[in-house]
């Protein structure tokens, strides 16, 4: 028997649910791409994307997914030889790392494991060796979407300046960026990247960056610079120099709205939202985990993300059963284990268009399947997600 018939929930940490208004606003015919409409479209999301990286800075957009950025931002600042740190922390601050290898970029990694968040100590203690200054800049996630950790970004960068080195700070907050706090220039971030797909609540498809000063005046001499990634061939005169060639028109219409809907909620009370949900999650987590068959990836309470929750499992048939009935009988896609967690855990995704209803269905659904399959677990872990929502929201 199946109760999935409905609307689906897609609870995976990317792509993330599309609201009907950013829907609706793609669904218009192709216009212009050297004048009229489309020259408002493009300066309202540059725009929107500086107000929430919180930067005075300069912002390009790509039609690319993440990993479109994470080149983007390489080639732009960096030459052949260069050498740069990885703080490891999970899944994706290397697989940047991997792409800037293959680049001709040298690298060195400092690194936390799955369950950690970067320790800001060890970065200083790294930089402070390099009495050189051969690395010339430091990649690192706020969020790892495999891992579900959240990195102090703040504490990093005062870490590299007490260390005295002049590195560039480059963050990915792709799995970060409008679900909890990120302040760019605040921060001392030079180089900033994301995606669509996920906080920002528009279909795959377009990747951004957020360059400073600093990156701007390193950019000047980066040599692995393409004409298609290229800052200073966006920076053309030309309307489609900007997206180097056709815009990716309808995508840019989404972006448009849903930077609209943002701003309309307030950047502030978005980050308070996801925090709230998270906080619901992680009480039906731990409830669930008293009796041993289940755990938390992220072992520090203070270092899991406000945009999804990654769950260790007992067994590995264990999460790929649940996963299954959450998908057949219930009609909730959840996410899986990936990387080193491939086939051991599932996660949860909390970020984005979301809204109470939706987590606690969520998490409904897992506790459904969980007794179900008679999987070992603590009780009442919707129950703890109600009551503690009940008194964020009071």
Same mark, same amino acid.
């Given at each position: ?61 790509? =039609? ?19 050498? #740069? ?69 703040? =504490? ?53 960056? =957020? ?86 990836? #992220? ?96």
């Amino acid at each position: 028997m199946t109760v999935k018939n409905g609307r689906e929930f897609l609870s995976i940490p990317g792509p993330t649910t599309v609201p009907d208004e950013v829907l609706a606003a793609m669904h218009r015919p192709a216009i212009d791409i050297y004048s009229g409409d489309l020259l408002q479209v493009t300066g309202d999301c540059m725009d929107g994307l500086r107000r929430v990286f919180r930067t005075e800075g300069r912002t390009y957009i790509y =039609a690319a997914n993440g990993h479109g950025a994470w080149e983007a931002a390489l080639v732009n600042v960096l030459s052949r030889g260069d050498k #740069i740190l990885i703080l490891e922390s999970g899944r994706f601050a290397a697989g940047w790392g991997e792409m800037a290898g293959v680049l001709g970029v040298e690298l060195e990694t400092v690194p936390a494991g799955w369950r950690h968040a970067v320790d800001p100590a060890a970065v200083e203690a790294h930089l402070r060796a390099d009495t050189a200054g051969a690395i010339k800049a430091v990649l690192v996630v706020q969020v790892d979407t495999a891992s579900g950790v959240v990195n102090d970004i703040p =504490a990093i960068r005062r870490a590299m300046d007490n260390a005295g080195h002049d590195a560039l700070l480059m963050v990915d907050t792709i799995a970060s960026l409008a679900t909890m706090p990120f302040e760019m220039d605040a921060w001392g971030v030079d180089v900033a990247v994301s995606g669509s797909q996920k906080g920002l609540m528009t279909p795959p498809g377009l990747s951004f960056v =957020a360059a400073g000063q600093r990156a701007l005046t390193a950019h000047e001499t980066a040599d692995l610079r393409t004409l298609y990634w290229s800052w200073t061939a966006r920076e053309g005169p030309l309307h489609y120099q900007k997206y180097c060639g056709t815009p990716p028109e309808h995508l840019l219409f989404g972006l448009q709205k849903a930077l609209e809907m943002l701003a309309e909620e307030g950047l502030d009370n978005v980050c308070r939202r996801h925090r709230l949900l998270a906080d619901a999650v992680r009480a039906a987590v731990a409830r669930w985990a008293e009796n041993g068959a289940m755990e938390f990836n #992220i072992l520090e309470p203070g270092a899991r993300a406000d945009s999804v929750t990654t769950v260790l499992m007992e067994s590995e048939d264990s999460a790929e059963r649940l996963l299954n009935f959450c998908k057949q009988t219930c009609g909730v896609v959840l996410g899986i284990g990936i990387g080193d967690l491939n086939g051991k855990a599932f996660r949860i995704a909390h970020m984005g268009h979301v809204n109470a209803p939706m987590i606690l269905g969520t998490l409904g659904a897992i506790e459904t399947g969980l007794i179900a399959l008679q999987i070992p677990h603590g009780h009442g872990g919707v129950q703890a997600a109600i009551e503690t929502l009940a008194e964020g929201v009071a």
